[in-house]
Structure formats: structure tokens, C-alpha cells
């Protein structure tokens, strides 16, 4: 008689078996105009005979959707058997305003056939902007009596998203305090978020 054949152990083998999903943070500069790719990787600790999938979001940390940064909000991510990387991307929109660091969060959930490892990762859009100040010169007719306004106009290059508030003090070049050429000052400025000009006005005796 013919003897059944042994049951192949390894086809009752769990799918699951030791694979383990992981996404990394990652972090890149934004750039000054279009959009640039930023790519959170995520990687499969062992390649498996079946395809792998796991749902990601995409939510706000401190950028805005539509504003800093566009790309599918929600969505799956598949490795076919015997892939072990993937990525989820999203473009960053480049521009010149001068901010801080902003951040992205990339969540996944709902692995089929393997388990999460690290859950949640961050994606840090990079600031790599900056202003540069400049102090334009001025001039007034000096006049025989009474006094008159010398009008500085400090200038950024580029705007900035949040206030910046600068100190400022009169000092002598060839007229002097000491001989009553001018009154001395000191205070501050501030630039709004958005603004690039400020004024500073010296009294001058003429």
C-alpha cells in the first residue's frame, strides 16, 4: 500500500514569522523655490515569500500641509516578496522666508503579515534661509539754529516669520556729542514677522 507522504512542516509556517517593520526619522533643507523630495525609509528586518503591507498618515507637527510641505496624507505601503525597503514620500515647498525648523510626523498602523517595531517617525524640514541687515546712509541740511532729524532706514534682504527685535545706539564719527552736534540715542527696533524695513531717527543741532 502506499504510505502517505509527511506533512510539510514549513507550509503551516506563520507568514508573520520574525519580520518586523521599522521607519526611520529624517531631516533635509527646503529649499528656495519648487518642492524637494523628503523620504521617510522604511525597512523590513526579513524578507519574507508573501507581500508585506502597513498603512501610514502623514500629519502636521509644526508644518503646515499645503503650506510647508504636499503629498498623499494617507496610504499603504506594499514590499513584495523579497523587498526589504520602502519609502513615503512627501515634497517639501521651497521658499526664501527666513523660520525655524519645522517638523511632519509619519505614523504607521495596521501591518498585514509582520509587526511594527517603531511606530512613529519625525520629518524636520530644515530652514536654510537667512536675512542680512543693512544701515542705509543719510544726510540733513545743517541750518543756522534749532534742530532737525537725521532718518536711518535699516533694511533685511528677506523677510522673516517671526519678530526680530534689534538694539541700537548713536556714537560719534566727525561730529560729536560733546560738541553739541547731536543728541545721543539708543533704543530698539523691530521687525514684524514679514516686515524688511525699520526706521531709526537721530536729532541733530543745526
Same mark, same amino acid.
Given at each position: 500500500? *502506499? ?24 531631516? *533635509? ?178
Amino acid at each position: 500500500t *502506499l504510505r502517505d507522504a509527511a506533512p510539510d512542516i514549513g507550509a503551516f509556517e506563520s507568514p508573520f514569522g520574525a519580520a518586523v517593520l521599522h521607519v526611520s526619522n529624517v531631516s *533635509l533643507n527646503e529649499g528656495y523655490s519648487g518642492t524637494t523630495t523628503m523620504s521617510f525609509p522604511i525597512s523590513l528586518s526579513t524578507v519574507k515569500g508573501i507581500t508585506v503591507t502597513v498603512e501610514y498618515t502623514l500629519t502636521d507637527g509644526s508644518a503646515t500641509s499645503g503650506v510647508d510641505y504636499t503629498g498623499a496624507l494617507a496610504g499603504v505601503v506594499a514590499f513584495a516578496p523579497g523587498q526589504t525597503s520602502q519609502n513615503v514620500d512627501l515634497q517639501m515647498i521651497g521658499e526664501q522666508l527666513v523660520e525655524t525648523n519645522e517638523t511632519v510626523n509619519l505614523t504607521l498602523a495596521n501591518p498585514q503579515f509582520a509587526t511594527v517595531n517603531t511606530a512613529t517617525a519625525t520629518g524636520t524640514i530644515l530652514n536654510d534661509d537667512s536675512a542680512t541687515l543693512a544701515l542705509a546712509d543719510t544726510t540733513v541740511l545743517e541750518g543756522n539754529n534749532g534742530t532737525s532729524s537725521l532718518v536711518f532706514t535699516a533694511t533685511l534682504d528677506q523677510p522673516v516669520a517671526n519678530s526680530i527685535t534689534l538694539v541700537y545706539a548713536s556714537g560719534d564719527s566727525t561730529a560729536t556729542f560733546a560738541d553739541s552736534d547731536y543728541i545721543a540715542s539708543s533704543g530698539q527696533i523691530t521687525f514684524a514677522a514679514g516686515e524688511t524695513s525699520q526706521t531709526i531717527t537721530i536729532t541733530v543741532n543745526i
